[in-house]
């Protein structure tokens, strides 16, 4: 059996495409979840990650939370930024609602959380949580886009910290096969498929993606979420894109 690894790439509002996946690897690749060594993931998709390995049970009530979130910043005349608004109370109280007790110890050497450090800008991987509050730390890191999300970079271990989504989106590790998801089309395993669009790739924070319209709104709509029955669709779009990759690669149950 393949050393193999699953990674979510950064992608804000559209972590609801994430959990979609993640519904269908639950579902119907339990095989290959038993096989999956290590998760990875940056900002949003470090999140979804962090529901797959921990608490898999409760990726509907994710969902639930995840249309209440955007819900409240669709009401907001600058999104997230509204003065006044604080983006990371209300992520830090969804995270602190689901994550098991004991999630630090599941998520030892199990769990690679891309991370920025606003001194040197230079990219972290953690994998190492002492505790269930320093998990939550780096998950809250991971998710923190300057200005849009605050002014405060998260502290964590005497440094400041943001969004890892700005140095590595989409985590590869080293050892095996990391199998890719990505809401944004490109050179992935599970992420839409853009037809009819000239092959052209950009790399943007170590991710390829296809250079098509759908990817540019798609970029807005990761910031600025896009109605309920939008996302509905997109969380139901990542369960296809997930159920035909097993099938594709003979895991589907």
Aim: proline letters at 4%.
């Amino acid at each position: 059996m393949k050393h193999l690894n699953l990674s979510f790439a950064a992608c804000g509002f559209l972590g609801i495409y994430h959990l979609g996946a993640a519904s269908a690897l639950y579902r119907h690749g339990k095989k290959l979840l038993k096989v999956v060594k290590a998760f990875a993931g940056a900002s949003a998709g470090s999140l979804v990650a962090t529901v797959l390995l921990t608490m898999p049970e409760n990726i509907e009530e994710c969902e639930e939370f995840t249309y209440k979130f955007a819900d409240e910043i669709r009401k907001l005349y600058f999104g997230a930024a509204t003065p006044g608004y604080d983006f990371m109370t209300k992520l830090r109280a969804g995270i602190e609602s689901f994550l098991p007790s004991n999630a630090h110890e599941i998520a030892e050497n199990r769990l690679y959380v891309s991370i920025t450090n606003t001194k040197n800008g230079k990219n972290h991987l953690v994998s190492n949580f002492g505790s269930r509050e320093d998990l939550i730390k780096v998950l809250l890191a991971s998710s923190f886009v300057p200005v849009y999300a605050g002014i405060k970079p998260v502290e964590y271990k005497g440094e400041k910290w943001i969004d890892g989504g700005l140095t590595n989106g989409l985590p590869i590790l080293p050892v095996g096969r990391t199998l890719t998801v990505s809401p944004f089309s490109g050179r992935l395993d599970i992420c839409p498929q853009d037809i009819g669009h000239v092959d052209l790739y950009i790399k943007v924070a170590k991710q390829d993606l296809m250079l098509s319209v759908a990817n540019l709104v798609r970029l807005n709509q990761a910031l600025f979420p896009p109605s309920q029955k939008k996302m509905e669709s997109l969380y139901q779009n990542g369960f296809d894109d997930a159920v035909h990759f097993l099938l594709k690669e003979n895991w589907f149950e």
